[in-house]
């Protein structure tokens, strides 16, 4: 089973930064994409930002110039390095990795298991 590690959450000030990472436990054969999703209180899940295999980024618009999403994939982390923090950004936030574990597996989406940001004086 594919296990996504999730870690760098907390509470953070207004204005100040957190550095999300999400590793992975293995290797896979094909990885078609990672992304963060967020959940705050009694709203919806929503895509923060994605990365495509070929390192291409989007980000939802909130987030755009504070947010950078990244990989290292010697070490198959993700980070989502997040800077000018404000209060609605305060969630619980998501790895994804969208991939393909073996040549002969089918294609999968697998997730972490949250990790809370707060954002508050």
């Known amino acids: 089973q594919v296990q996504l590690v999730e870690s760098g959450g907390g509470l953070a000030q207004p204005g100040g930064s957190l550095r999300l990472s999400c590793t992975a436990s293995?290797?896979?054969?094909?990885?078609?994409?990672w992304g963060w999703y967020r959940q705050a209180p009694l709203k919806q899940r929503e895509l923060v930002a994605i990365?495509?295999?070929?390192?291409?980024?989007n980000y939802t618009d909130s987030v755009k110039g504070r947010f950078t999403i990244s990989r290292d994939i010697t070490e198959n982390t993700l980070y989502l390095q997040m800077n000018s923090l404000k209060s609605e950004d305060t969630a619980v936030y998501y790895c994804?990795?969208?991939?393909?574990?073996?040549?002969?597996?089918?294609?999968?989406?697998?997730w972490g298991q949250g990790t809370q940001v707060t954002v508050s004086s």
């Open positions: 293995e290797s896979f054969f094909r990885v078609y994409g």
């Open positions: 990365m495509t295999s070929g390192g291409n980024t």
């Open positions: 994804y990795i969208d991939l393909r574990r073996r040549s002969y597996s089918t294609r999968s989406d697998y």
